[in-house]
């Protein structure tokens, strides 16, 4: 018998399948192949971006040009634009502004082949830590109300460019699964008087089942309503509302812990293509809280299946590997280092 | 100057992305790859290969599961959700779970090898549409379930899998699934303020507008949404207010089995035969108990959602529900509108 399981937060059900799971090898994912090629994120090719807006580079150099660690450009193609005003206004019974935000790239890497398992933890520290500035940043400009990092890697999983890279946009205004999320966790904690990350994050350490890794600060497991198969959440063992505000400590122990969470989950699915999501509670609201009942986390998601209609239509999720077998096969992947 | 686009019933915001300045035949699909086919178990003739057929259209004088029939509903042979046992709801620490009941069934269309349901005839759509409602009436039976999705998944990349022969599929669930929950509430929160049905509004601003309508034929209209969530996304809508697709009246059945297939041959001769997906939006059950919601009769209104599978939606989409359309919908109903049917 399958299992419907409801989403603590958001009130999502889905469907769990335990009586025939499906297994790593039943999967039939597309593989992502480098095909490299011109690359405007390489070295050498600076010019091919727009100007960088924060880098991390070998002293001597100078802005557009060889010697970066890390690089943070304009989107070339943005989603959204970053001068003018919001202009909020109606039509007839619809309503609509402008489309005011930032779109920023960062590129992870000069290597346009090593994917973050690939790189040395120090290389993953340094663009944490970029993250971490540019949020900061962004969040200066009162206009926006929602910073979301987000990564797409693999032409699967939606990425345009294959060379290793992350995306940042300031969002005007709440998207509304965040919401839903800040939401949900607000009457959690309304009724309990304590955060819902925390009580899962105490039930997962507990139960152990579905934890993939733990280390000083952060634990990794397979979500108990997981919506795709081998979903990995990341979250921080402190509570904290923003991922921006994460400790100097912390950054190396997340730095480790992603790089070993992906570098399993690749282990297993050679060629995969993921995307991942960092999820933080809003920025420059009128009621400024969030940060007492949100704790931000990093949702990550493998791309092994196609989402259909029914997941369009309803919002209700079919999960062909329960979180627990997963979970199992990720604590015992070894990595080869 | 890009623009952010706010759906009037759900709330969710959508930015219609004008820099990006793609034209509308720059987002024709890709030839369809499919893996090599195996024999097809929805044909006429295989009728072996399939479960026992739970509701058929066939002449009196021939026996279930056996040719002859113009169309044919069978369960899942490997369904999501099972028909037999109790919900059980209980909790696990904090989080909530129940038994996976419920009923998942397919709709073989035609008894025919034909992979669109835009190459059926309106008569034989029609008959689809009335086994729907059939079926809907019949699982409406089962207390356990309340709400009934009704889907296709068309093309490979659309999940669609590996057979191609036309077929749509039944789920009962157990519960409301969210996306539909939500959609009533934006409806009831619209009704409350302006004492009107937010879809009726819709359609009265679209016709009056035009820039989004593709087709208006016979009480119902084809349009491009306001809040395009993919490029080409279509809705219809009946014009006339109902919030129940399963009451819709025999000559009204055949006028939707018309212009669902004018917008789907549409899709196939101007976008290169895309794989699709669309999905039923109607009202739950509606059985009177503690709590019965009165007003999803005046402020509800069923419609159909048709999305095109011609971009990959990426981590952006899904994290957020944010989504980015890279095509205005003013742009893909003109050229749907130009494509000859």
Redesign the interface.
């Known amino acids: 018998?399958?299992?419907?399981?409801?989403d603590?937060i958001?009130?999502?059900?889905v469907?769990?399948?335990s009586e025939?799971p499906r297994l790593p090898e039943d999967f039939k994912y597309e593989r992502h192949v480098f095909q490299g090629g011109t690359c405007p994120f390489c070295y050498g090719n600076e010019s091919m971006t727009p100007p960088e807006i924060e880098s991390v580079r070998d002293a001597s150099t100078s802005p557009n040009t060889p010697g970066w660690q890390v690089r943070v450009v304009s989107n070339k193609?943005?989603?959204?634009?970053v001068e003018?005003d919001l202009e909020r206004r109606g039509?007839?019974?619809?309503?609509?502004?402008?489309?005011?935000g930032a779109h920023e790239v960062l590129i992870e890497t000069p290597y346009h082949q090593k994917d973050i398992p690939d790189l040395l933890n120090p290389e993953i520290e340094s663009f944490l830590s970029m993250y971490c500035r540019r949020a900061l940043d962004l969040t200066r400009d009162r206009r926006f109300k929602?910073i979301?990092v987000?990564?797409?890697f693999g032409?699967?999983?939606?990425?345009s460019l294959e060379h290793p890279h992350t995306?940042i946009?300031a969002?005007?205004?709440i998207?509304?699964?965040?919401m839903?999320e800040i939401k949900g966790a607000e009457n959690y904690f309304e009724y309990r008087e304590r955060c819902?990350f925390c009580?899962?994050i105490r039930?997962e350490l507990q139960?152990k089942e579905r934890i993939v890794l733990e280390n000083r600060h952060f634990i990794s497991f397979c979500p108990?309503?997981s919506r795709f198969p081998f979903e990995v959440w990341i979250i921080p063992r402190k509570h904290n509302g923003y991922f921006c505000h994460m400790s100097l400590e912390e950054i190396p122990s997340l730095a480790a812990i992603l790089k070993e969470t992906i570098a399993k989950l690749k282990t297993i699915f050679p060629g995969l293509s993921y995307?991942?999501?960092i999820?933080s509670a809003p920025v420059n609201s009128a009621s400024d809280d969030g940060a007492e009942y949100y704790h931000w986390h990093i949702?990550f998601?493998p791309k092994l299946t196609?989402?259909?209609?029914?997941e369009?239509?309803?919002?209700?999720y079919?999960v062909p590997t329960p979180p627990e077998l997963a979970a199992e096969y990720l604590r015992g992947t070894e990595v080869k280092s | 100057?890009?623009?952010?686009?706010?759906d009037?019933v759900?709330?969710?915001?959508v930015?219609?992305?004008t820099?990006?300045a793609r034209r509308p035949d720059q987002f024709l699909s890709q030839l369809q790859e499919f893996p090599p086919e195996k024999p097809c178990p929805f044909c006429e003739g295989n009728e072996s290969k399939t479960s026992h057929e739970v509701y058929s259209l066939r002449p009196q004088h021939t026996p279930a599961n056996t040719p002859g029939w113009e169309l044919r509903v069978v369960p899942s042979i490997?369904p999501?959700?099972?028909i037999e046992?109790d919900l059980d709801r209980r909790g696990?620490?904090?989080?909530?779970?129940?038994?996976?009941v419920g009923a998942h069934e397919l709709v073989i269309e035609t008894p025919k090898h034909i992979a669109n349901m835009a190459d059926l005839s309106p008569e034989q759509i029609s008959k689809i549409i009335t086994c729907y409602i059939d079926r809907m009436t019949d699982l409406e039976k089962d207390f356990r379930f309340k709400y009934v999705?009704v889907?296709?998944?068309y093309g490979w990349?659309?999940?669609?899998g590996t057979t191609r022969h036309s077929r749509t599929?039944i789920?009962a669930?157990?519960?409301n699934?969210?996306?539909?929950k939500?959609e009533l509430i934006g409806a009831r929160r619209y009704f409350e303020y302006h004492e009107r049905c937010?879809f009726c509004?819709?359609i009265r601003?679209e016709i009056s507008?035009k820039d989004r309508l593709i087709l208006d034929i016979d009480g119902f209209i084809a349009i491009a949404p306001?809040?395009a969530r993919f490029p080409f996304e279509v809705w219809i809508l009946p014009k006339k207010h109902s919030c129940d697709f399963t009451r819709l009246d025999m000559s009204s059945r055949y006028d939707l089995a018309m212009i669902m297939q004018k917008v789907l041959q549409k899709l196939k001769k101007g976008l290169n035969d895309p794989p699709y997906?669309?999905?039923?939006?109607t009202a739950p059950f509606r059985r009177p108990k503690v709590g019965y919601w009165k007003s999803i009769d005046e402020d509800y209104h069923w419609h159909i959602?048709i999305?095109p599978r011609l971009t990959?939606?990426?981590?952006?989409e899904?994290?957020?529900?944010?989504y980015?359309c890279p095509l205005p919908p003013e742009d893909a109903a003109k050229f749907l509108r130009e494509v000859p049917v």
Do not use: C
């Open positions: 018998m399958s299992e419907l399981r409801r603590p958001g009130g999502r059900w469907i769990v399948e025939h193609f943005p989603a959204l634009q003018g039509l007839g019974i619809y309503d609509m502004s402008n489309g005011i929602y979301m987000f990564k797409n032409a699967a999983a939606g990425a995306q946009v969002l005007p205004m998207p509304k699964n965040v839903e819902i009580d899962i039930q139960e108990f309503v995307n991942f999501i999820h949702e998601m196609r989402v259909a209609g029914f369009w239509g309803s919002g209700f079919i | 100057m890009p623009e952010l686009r706010k009037p759900l709330g969710r915001w930015i219609i992305s820099e990006r490997s999501f959700l099972r046992g696990k620490g904090l989080y909530d779970v129940m038994n996976g999705l889907f296709k998944n990349s659309a999940g669609g599929q789920i669930t157990p519960v699934p969210k996306r539909v939500e937010v509004d819709v601003q507008v306001f809040a997906n669309f999905v039923l939006h959602e999305m990959r939606v990426a981590g952006f899904w994290g957020t529900g944010f980015i």
